[in-house]
């Protein structure tokens, strides 16, 4: 009986945020790997919505968002190498392993980080949502605006070229 | 399963345990397996979803702060105030635009007000009225003389510089000049006002208001003399008729030797000049002489007593 809420209500919006914010974050960072940039992009994509709160149901909020964002990337002047760092922390085990090991592993993350740098933006992103976020291909496909196939192909070129990359030194 | 369906499968997680024991079997795996397990270690911003709302809180309120105030343009109040002038100015004009007729020496007018009433006016008068609205308002401010046949309707007010006269009937008429006010109600009934005198004259009487005195007489006709061209005085004073006279031919009177006390009751034709000296001179025992066509003399040859 009731219609969807509006996108306008505080509560409303304010829970757009909490739900979406997070991995559109994520999605910006990835294009952009600038910490900063990314958060900024994202503000300014939510404020977008605000503004067309009236036009953008919360059921089509995402797409919006992504698409906003995706443009308030590509119009930023300059676009800078995305390096990637890993955490290293976490192998707090590891640690303990031979001096030798940690070597490797220390290079194996650079490497890695160099090849992701030089993959193109569509294939980073489309990699990093599926890897890092754990975003299925269908969700992936929906948030770039492009088929299921195409995003499978563009993950699979991304793991083929890291593989390459790394392995060649 | 072909290698490419094992590593879309893996890449959505939808791997059964059978088919990920193949899976491991591809060259590629140790390889996927390691660059996986670095990526999921990536080092992400780190999002704090309240300082976000805030931060968006303190952007939107800048937003609707820089938005809000509504400017209104000078040119914009300007426009409205030059309409309103615009307005207000047609209303004045129109609702003080007077109409109306005046009329020369020797020449009668007869005048239509809007609401179909009609108004004779003799020589030497002045009719004016509101062109707006007249109807629900009848006044006309009037000086001179005028025989007045009024429609039905709401009150009809004649105004005079020496008092007004309030149409309760139909036919009157009303001479007001140096002398006074001389009302004469033909018709019906009308209410005539000077200062805080207020008398209602009925059809067949006339009030003369000259000076202080107030008198009040019959009439013995249904219309004024001057309708048919003709002058007619009731116990008027001489001056008073020689003026008539004046007004009527156009002419400048000399008078030599006259009683101005002297009342006149009769009339003159107001076409004829030798026959209304001769009913004005003849029955005080005057003499005239006529000049030329612009002035005459009226004069007693008898030495006063």
Same mark, same amino acid.
């Given at each position: 009986m009731n219609k969807e809420e509006s996108s *306008?209500?505080? /509560?409303?919006?304010?829970?757009?945020?909490?739900?979406?914010?997070?991995?559109?974050?994520?999605?910006?960072?990835?294009?952009?790997?600038?910490?900063?940039?990314?958060?900024?992009?994202?503000?300014? +994509?939510?404020?977008?919505?605000?503004?067309? *709160?009236?036009?953008?149901?919360?059921?089509? +909020?995402?797409?919006?968002?992504?698409?906003?964002?995706?443009?308030?990337?590509?119009?930023t002047v300059s676009h800078r190498k995305v390096v990637l760092k890993f955490r290293k922390d976490k192998k707090q085990e590891l640690n303990e392993q031979s001096p030798q090991f940690l070597l490797e592993e220390k290079e194996f993350g650079e490497r890695l980080s160099d090849a992701i740098s030089e993959l193109t933006e569509m294939q980073r992103t489309a990699f990093l949502l599926n890897r890092v976020e754990g975003k299925k291909y269908k969700e992936i496909a929906e948030i770039l605006g492009i088929s299921e196939k195409a995003a499978g192909k563009r993950i699979h070129d991304a793991l083929a070229a890291l593989r390459t990359k790394i392995e060649k030194i | 399963m072909k290698k490419k369906d094992l590593l879309d499968k893996w890449l959505n997680g939808e791997l059964t345990p059978e088919e990920f024991e193949v899976f491991r079997t591809i060259p590629e795996f140790s390889s996927f397996i390691k660059i996986d397990s670095f990526v999921r270690e990536v080092e992400l911003p780190r999002h704090d979803v309240e300082s976000g709302l805030e931060d968006l809180a303190a952007r939107k309120s800048h937003l609707t702060t820089r938005q809000k105030p509504k400017l209104i343009k000078l040119a914009t109040v300007l426009k409205i105030a030059a309409a309103l002038t615009l307005l207000a100015a047609t209303y004045l004009f129109v609702s003080n635009y007077e109409i109306g007729t005046t009329t020369e020496f020797t020449q009668t007018e007869l005048y239509q007000l809007p609401d179909n009433s009609r108004v004779f006016l003799n020589e030497n008068s002045k009719i004016e009225l509101k062109g707006f609205n007249w109807k629900n308002n009848r006044?006309?401010?009037?000086?001179?003389?005028?025989?007045?046949?009024?429609?039905?309707?709401?009150?009809?007010?004649?105004?005079?510089?020496?008092?007004?006269?309030?149409?309760?009937?139909?036919?009157?008429?009303?001479?007001?000049?140096?002398?006074?006010? /001389?009302?004469? *109600?033909?018709?019906?009934?009308?209410?005539?006002?000077?200062?805080?005198?207020?008398?209602?004259?009925?059809?067949?009487?006339?009030?003369?208001?000259?000076?202080?005195?107030?008198?009040?007489?019959?009439?013995?006709?249904?219309?004024?003399?001057?309708?048919?061209?003709?002058?007619?005085?009731?116990?008027?004073?001489?001056?008073?008729?020689?003026?008539?006279?004046?007004?009527?031919?156009?002419?400048?009177?000399?008078?030599?030797?006259?009683?101005?006390?002297?009342?006149?009751?009769?009339?003159?034709?107001?076409?004829?000049?030798? +026959?209304?000296?001769?009913?004005?001179?003849?029955?005080?025992?005057?003499?005239?002489?006529?000049?030329?066509?612009? +002035?005459?003399?009226?004069?007693?040859?008898?030495?006063?007593?």
């Open positions: *306008c209500k505080e /509560e409303v919006f304010n829970s757009l945020y909490r739900e979406l914010s997070p991995a559109l974050r994520n999605f910006i960072f990835f294009k952009s790997g600038d910490n900063d940039q990314s958060f900024d992009i994202v503000q300014e +994509a939510f404020i977008k919505l605000w503004n067309n *709160c009236g036009k953008v149901p919360p059921s089509k +909020a995402k797409s919006f968002l992504y698409t906003v964002s995706n443009n308030l990337f590509l119009n | 006044l006309v401010d009037f000086h001179g003389e005028g025989f007045f046949e009024v429609q039905k309707g709401s009150s009809f007010t004649v105004q005079t510089a020496r008092g007004s006269v309030t149409v309760l009937g139909t036919k009157f008429n009303v001479v007001s000049n140096q002398f006074g006010l /001389e009302v004469s *109600c033909y018709e019906g009934l009308v209410r005539v006002d000077q200062d805080d005198i207020s008398i209602e004259l009925p059809a067949g009487r006339s009030i003369t208001l000259e000076g202080g005195n107030l008198d009040l007489d019959d009439l013995h006709t249904l219309e004024p003399g001057w309708i048919h061209n003709e002058s007619r005085f009731d116990d008027r004073p001489i001056l008073q008729v020689i003026s008539v006279l004046e007004d009527e031919y156009g002419l400048t009177a000399s008078t030599e030797n006259i009683d101005v006390n002297l009342r006149f009751t009769g009339g003159f034709p107001n076409d004829d000049l030798v +026959a209304a000296l001769q009913a004005i001179t003849v029955p005080f025992e005057l003499n005239y002489t006529i000049e030329n066509k612009d +002035a005459i003399t009226i004069f007693n040859t008898k030495d006063s007593e």
